[in-house]
């Protein structure tokens, strides 16, 4: 009898003995093989023959069969069958960029090295698809096992086989784990030896039977603060199925049945795995798991990451700072999408200077090969979870997606799901399906796409296939839809305003019912029907009824939300893209822009009643369902109505946006104050800083900056949005400055003063740009730049007009002469080829820029000084403010006035501007008005008994609250009880009260029910 053990197994023994001892030099937590008994399993053994890994039973009292001995690594593998592709350094893995993502692995590293009894078991990093988790979980295992610390590594991919088969993750990192601790070595090839099958079986098995109890074995006794070993596992969510690997071990990580490991384990934002690492579970059950979102990063720390990446990628292009911060811009916060930018441009080869600049051409669609790493991931993404819904659902999903793309705006599950008749659920299921491109964020839960990407993909119909969204057809379906809503559920007087005397602030829980009256997919109906009408395929059904029947309930309704900035721009964006079946369409909704107007910029738009009470009787086209209102002859009389507000100061300078929707004014209290455009409602507090009365102000091209000169001899550069000074006043002036602009390209600022002199400034240092330009010999009152950049012109009120170059600072030509006295404004025509002047002889005049000699006769018809003068955007009018208190609008081609001056200041008109559309002009004037003209009506009718305030309130005898308001414009030619007759050019106004309603009847004036 006796023991044979072949020289193979020996062999096979001592060379995994020296590989692990060599292999955790570096972690004296890990028992070396050279520390174990080798062959403590056959000890005092007899009576059987080892072969070939087989024991052999020859004799005695043993049962006669044949156990398949697991005695090494080699053995290990047969039974085990590991993924080896999974492993950390099988493939080609990318690391990060030596300088990227520093913080986030530092983070990481001081978590792994972390040895104290109250160290974290678990690791959790979440990122949305692309975000560069893979990379970082490759950098993590290097990093690892450069200490000593890499137990086992299994990278999840849905491409390579047998690294998304759920059965494999635990035989593959126990594999890993007994080629680094003997012990668990040894324990192991004794449960497999009881059990060679456990690779095949499910994880409830594999879990208990491969990692939790052999590894509990192994740190018995062990001290408790050695450094644990970190199994790491990449890319859950591309692993088949698993939740039922997860949904045993993270519970076994949570009761510290795994003690003496760590697990870093990386996915996105799934549910199927969010689930098993819910912050708020964590916390209530001590579970030691530490979650990090990479997609929540500051946007800084990713920009700076990208950044470092595509120098290092594109090295070989030589591209300029500014070209790669476009590419950085666009990537975003994501890395898939720089690595694709790298992939695509290099491997263009000698072309990849011109695939530059088609990246970098804003206005044209990429190439698929430019988009073709994206592509697939999205396809995948969305393929993964429409593969196991029905089609009615796959269908579903797809138009939430679509939904979720094509909003005006972020909006919750519960908006699209009423937009679109589905259940809540069922909305959001889908989000939560594909929570790897879309998320959920803010108090309302709002959808978003990670990246701007995805939108571009799934408009793309070659790139998204059978999941493209033909944005004007989606733009239609949801303007229907929007149009469904508000005809379901606008009303008159919706919020049940008690009376006509109470401001809206006044009524008792009334921000309560707009809440609930207009929450969700009504509220976004309201804002947003415009924007898709005019995007989608045209005619919108749905509209002439909204038309005919709801659109003033929803003036009504924005009013209340206070919204009618965006009533009136949705009124414009209708207008000017909409295309309309029957002309009377247009005609009504042009009505209703004016109206909505006029109510925006008056004092009674507090007052939500008095929208149909003093508003709507002036304009009897659209008032028809309305009776118990102020009485209004059908026959109209046109003229310029005024859209007017106070500014609290003398207006002395004012400036439109580029976008029109904010203007800048200056007054004499030495402030600035930026207003509403459609609302004339003040957006923020005043900007103070000067010293004296501010007498000029310009918006930058952008928008995003304002300047302003003033009488304390200084220019200040203000940010747009906050108010803000932008450093320290340009000072160099030594005398008022009455004028500044910006040039068009935003990078220089030019100023004249009562020194006599034009100076240019650095619009970001604040430097002066070279010496003065000298050469008037009087105050220069107005300055302006060309539209190309290349000329300034300056009036002055030495009389006469000149033309700079912009770059040298040297005089054109010579000064242009014509006017008798002071010129008081100046400015370019938008083709450069023309300017305008405005002067203290009560003319203004037209120049050819180039020749300096004067096109045609002066323009008169101001009875006094001409303050301020301005192109149309067109170049087709001029308009002019005067000290007559008038504005008057010219032809700029033939010089003869346009209609009458619209009326309104009652002082001086300092400060004239086109908005950029050129289709209305605001004013501003020493009444501390400013005023914006556009169409309305003066109207004849019958009249009764009663009084008119200053306050434009109409007041029955005996009752101290207004009846009506009347518009500003109206005013001057108002026949009232004690002056019943007015003889005027301009028509006259007559009002009936007849059946009018006030107080708490006012709602009986809606007589159409």
């Known amino acids: 009898m006796g023991c044979i053990l072949h020289q193979a197994d020996v062999q096979n023994i001592s060379d995994v003995t020296k590989r692990h001892a060599s292999q955790n030099e570096h972690n004296s937590s890990i028992e070396p093989a050279s520390t174990q008994p080798t062959l403590g399993l056959l000890h005092h053994a007899h009576d059987f023959t080892i072969k070939d890994s087989s024991i052999n039973v020859v004799e005695g009292n043993q049962d006669n069969r044949t156990y398949y001995y697991c005695s090494s690594q080699q053995d290990i593998t047969s039974k085990l069958n590991p993924s080896t592709k999974a492993f950390h350094d099988v493939g080609a893995r990318a690391e990060c960029i030596e300088g990227t993502r520093e913080e986030i692995l530092g983070n990481i590293m001081k978590w792994a090295e972390n040895g104290s009894s109250t160290a974290m078991a678990g690791y959790w990093m979440c990122g949305m698809a692309g975000t560069g988790k893979s990379t970082i979980a490759q950098t993590v295992c290097v990093q690892l096992k450069r200490k000593g610390l890499l137990a086992g590594a299994f990278f999840c991919s849905r491409q390579i086989e047998g ?312 733009h239609s379906v949801l303007a229907r839809r929007c149009f469904d809503q508000m005809e379901r559920r606008l009303q008159f007087n919706i919020c049940n305003l008690p009376s006509s005397f109470l401001c809206d602030s006044k009524v008792p829980g009334l921000t309560k019912t707009i809440a609930e009256k207009f929450g969700g997919a009504v509220w976004y109906s309201c804002i947003f029907w415009g924007y898709h009408l005019t995007e989608g395929e045209k005619p919108n059904v749905g509209m002439e009824k909204f038309l005919q029947k709801k659109i003033l309930f929803w003036i009504e309704a924005m009013n209340l939300m206070g919204k009618m900035s965006e009533c009136i721009r949705t009124l414009d964006l209708a207008l000017k893209r909409g295309q309309f079946q029957e002309i009377e369409q247009r005609q009504h909704i042009l009505q209703c822009r004016d109206m909505a107007n006029v109510f925006a910029l008056s004092v009674v738009k507090e007052m939500t009643p008095h929208l149909y009470l003093s508003i709507l009787p002036f304009y009897p086209a659209i008032s028809k369902s309305f009776g118990n209102q102020v009485k209004v002859n059908t026959e109209i009389k046109y003229s310029q109505s005024v859209g007017f507000w106070d500014t609290g100061s003398e207006v002395v300078g004012i400036s439109v946006s580029p976008d029109g929707t904010r203007i800048v004014s200056g007054s004499e209290d030495g402030t600035v104050r930026i207003w509403d455009a459609q609302t004339g409602t003040a957006i923020g507090e005043p900007l103070q800083g000067h010293e004296g009365s501010v007498q000029s102000v310009a918006f930058s091209p952008d928008g995003a900056r304002i300047v302003s000169g003033s009488y304390d001899s200084t220019v200040r550069i203000w940010d747009a949005q906050t108010g803000t000074a932008i450093g320290k006043p340009l000072q160099g002036h030594e005398g008022q400055v009455q004028s500044v602009a910006f040039s068009p390209d935003g990078a220089r600022i030019v100023s004249g003063s009562n020194d006599r002199t034009v100076r240019i400034w650095d619009a970001q240092t604040g430097t002066a740009i070279g010496e003065p330009l000298q050469g008037h010999e009087n105050w220069v009152s107005s300055v302006a730049f060309s539209p190309d950049g290349a000329r300034i012109v ?146 004849s009718c019958k009249y009764n008994n009663w009084t008119i305030g200053k306050d434009g309130w109409i007041r029955f005898p005996g009752i101290d609250c207004g009846i009506v308001w009347i518009p500003h414009e109206y005013r001057p030619t108002l026949c009232t009880p004690q002056n019943p007759i007015i003889i005027s050019q301009k028509g006259c106004t007559r009002l009936s009260f007849d059946k009018v309603v006030y107080g708490r009847d006012w709602a009986q004036c809606f007589t159409d029910k």
């Open 163 to 474: 690294c998304h088969d759920y059965h494999k993750v635990i035989p593959t990192i126990a594999y890993q784990l007994a080629g680094l601790d003997a012990r668990y070595r040894e324990v192991l090839c004794d449960v497999l030896n009881e059990d060679p099958n456990l690779a095949s079986k499910e994880p409830e098995y594999q879990v208990t039977k491969l990692l939790i109890d052999p590894w509990k074995k192994v740190v018995r006794g062990r001290n408790s603060t050695f450094l644990a070993p970190v199994i790491v596992i990449d890319a859950l969510d591309e692993c088949r199925s698993i939740s039922l690997v997860l949904k045993l071990v993270v519970p076994a990580i949570k009761q510290q049945e795994i003690w003496g490991l760590k697990f870093f384990l990386t996915s996105r934002p799934e549910q199927h795995i969010t689930k098993y690492f819910n912050v708020g579970e964590i916390q209530q059950e001590w579970l030691s798991i530490q979650s990090f979102y990479l997609h929540n990063v500051e946007k800084s720390i990713v920009r700076k990451d990208i950044s470092l990446f595509l120098e290092n990628g594109l090295t070989e292009l030589d591209i300029s700072k500014d070209k790669l911060n476009v590419l950085v811009e666009r990537s975003g916060a994501l890395f898939i999408y720089a690595a694709t930018l790298v992939k695509y441009l290099i491997g263009g080869g000698l072309r990849a200077s011109s695939r530059l600049e088609k990246v970098l051409d804003v206005k044209g669609s990429p190439h698929k090969i430019q988009t073709q790493m994206l592509d697939e991931l999205y396809t995948q993404i969305l393929s993964d979870s429409f593969d196991k819904l029905e089609p009615e659902e796959k269908d579903q999903s797809i138009k939430v997606i679509h939904t979720s793309i094509i909003a005006g705006r972020p909006v919750s599950c519960q908006i699209i799901a009423d937009l679109l008749g589905y259940e809540l659920q069922d909305v959001k299921a889908t989000i939560l399906e594909l929570q790897s491109v879309l998320y959920t964020s803010g108090p309302e839960e709002a959808i978003y796409t990670f990246h701007a990407s995805f939108a571009d993909y799934i408009t793309s119909e070659d790139r998204a296939a059978d999941l493209y969204c033909n944005p004007p057809e989606h």
């Open 794 to 939: 300056s009036g002055s009120y030495d009389s006469t007009v000149r033309i700079w170059d912009a770059q040298t600072g040297t005089a054109i030509g010579e000064p242009l002469q014509g006017h008798t006295y002071w010129v008081q404004s100046v400015a370019f025509s938008p083709d450069g080829a023309r300017i305008v002047s405005g002067s203290y002889d009560s003319t203004v005049r037209i120049w050819d820029a180039q020749t300096g000699t004067a096109i045609g006769e002066p323009l008169q018809g101001h009875e006094d000084c001409v303050q301020s003068v301005a192109f149309s955007p067109d170049g087709a009018r001029i308009v002019s403010g005067s000290y007559d208190r008038t504005v008057r609008i010219w032809d700029a081609r033939t010089g003869t006035a346009i209609g009458e001056p619209p009326q309104g200041h009652e002082d001086w008109v300092q400060s004239v501007a086109f908005s950029p559309d050129g289709a209305r002009i605001v004013s501003g004037s020493h009444d501390r008005a400013v005023t914006i003209p556009s169409t309305g009506c003066s109207l």
